[in-house]
């Protein structure tokens, strides 16, 4: 993985106030003949946001989202060629019946690693227990997050989304910033990366090369902070994260081991004989 997505994580809460609804308990679900509902007002919120497609609506967020380098752009091409990739593996191993775009190999491949994305984690309001009780809840709660490729900035996005609720009548609807980092990104030409595919293929398989993790991870803290490259990967065999029954087997973890022993001895080597030639040039 040649770098991350970056990561904002928000909540919308929206609570009766000035614009209707309860504004202290719950009431009686009867009552919403004449009192508005919360629940109601953060899901149309949540819709000024997307279209039906799911196609992000928030005005300047995809300005400075980037295209994947040509170089790897061109890897991708032929790695979907030669069967590294395959989207009905996938939605397979997931259990999805279909991606949110039309179109297989690179028409979707591209999609996941260089767009970013507005997703719900979780939305929740009012009685949500068994059986049966009418409630008009006082307030309703969405988790979000945004998925921020090349080269979107945290602080920047959270403006954005703010300034869209205000300007679709939400200001009362609070934005709650929970957690924000930054994306990462290396070129593929870095010793480090390539220490990582020769990794791969010393241990006999050929890597699959992704231009940009489509989760995250702080990655960037060695990229901006340390000015080191960063790359992820090795051997070994997980699935299911963050689902149910999320796993790792026992040899995966031995793959894992061995193959970051390798790695670091291919690094080594290839550090070792830049800086033969830095010192030969020198002279």
């Known amino acids: 993985m040649l770098g991350t997505k970056g990561l904002l994580y928000f909540e919308l809460v929206c609570q009766g106030g000035d614009w209707g609804g309860p504004t202290s308990r719950g009431i009686h679900g009867s009552f919403n003949a004449w009192v508005k509902n919360p629940a109601w007002r953060l899901v149309q919120a949540l819709s000024t946001m997307v279209d039906v497609d799911e196609n992000i609506l928030i005005e300047g967020l995809l300005d400075d989202v980037s295209e994947i380098p040509e170089k790897e752009r061109n890897i991708l091409a032929q790695q979907i060629e030669d069967g590294i990739y395959d989207e009905k593996v996938f939605l397979e191993n997931y259990d999805v019946r279909r991606l949110k775009y039309e179109g297989t190999g690179m028409d979707v491949w591209e999609k996941l690693y260089s767009r970013p994305q507005l997703n719900i984690d979780g939305i929740f309001s009012g009685y949500t227990g068994p059986g049966t009780k009418t409630l008009l809840p006082h307030i309703a709660t969405a988790k979000v997050d945004v998925r921020m490729v090349p080269h979107m900035e945290p602080d920047e996005v959270v403006r954005l989304i703010r300034a869209h609720l205000d300007k679709?009548?939400?200001?009362?609807?609070?934005?709650?910033?929970?957690?924000?980092?930054?994306?990462?990104?290396?070129?593929?030409?870095?010793?480090?990366?390539?220490?990582?595919?020769?990794?791969?293929?010393?241990?006999?398989?050929?890597?699959?090369?992704?231009?940009?993790?489509?989760?995250?991870?702080?990655?960037?803290?060695?990229?901006?902070?340390?000015?080191?490259?960063?790359?992820?990967?090795?051997?070994?065999?997980?699935?299911?994260?963050?689902?149910?029954?999320?796993?790792?087997?026992?040899?995966?973890?031995?793959?894992?081991?061995?193959?970051?022993?390798?790695?670091?001895?291919?690094?080594?080597?290839?550090?070792?004989?830049?800086?033969?030639?830095?010192?030969?040039?020198?002279?």
């Not at 902070?225 to 699935?239: E, F, K, N, R, W």
Request: glycine residues 8%.
């Open 168 to 283: 679709h009548g939400f200001s009362d609807i609070e934005m709650n910033v929970a957690n924000k980092y930054y994306w990462s990104k290396v070129s593929v030409d870095e010793h480090v990366v390539q220490a990582m595919i020769d990794t791969y293929r010393t241990m006999g398989k050929e890597p699959q090369i992704q231009p940009l993790n489509p989760g995250s991870a702080p990655y960037y803290v060695f990229e901006r902070y340390l000015q080191i490259p960063y790359v992820t990967g090795g051997m070994g065999h997980g699935a299911r994260q963050h689902s149910s029954d999320e796993y790792c087997t026992v040899q995966g973890v031995l793959d894992f081991e061995k193959s970051m022993a390798i790695f670091f001895d291919h690094y080594c080597q290839r550090v070792s004989g830049k800086q033969d030639q830095q010192e030969t040039i020198s002279k």
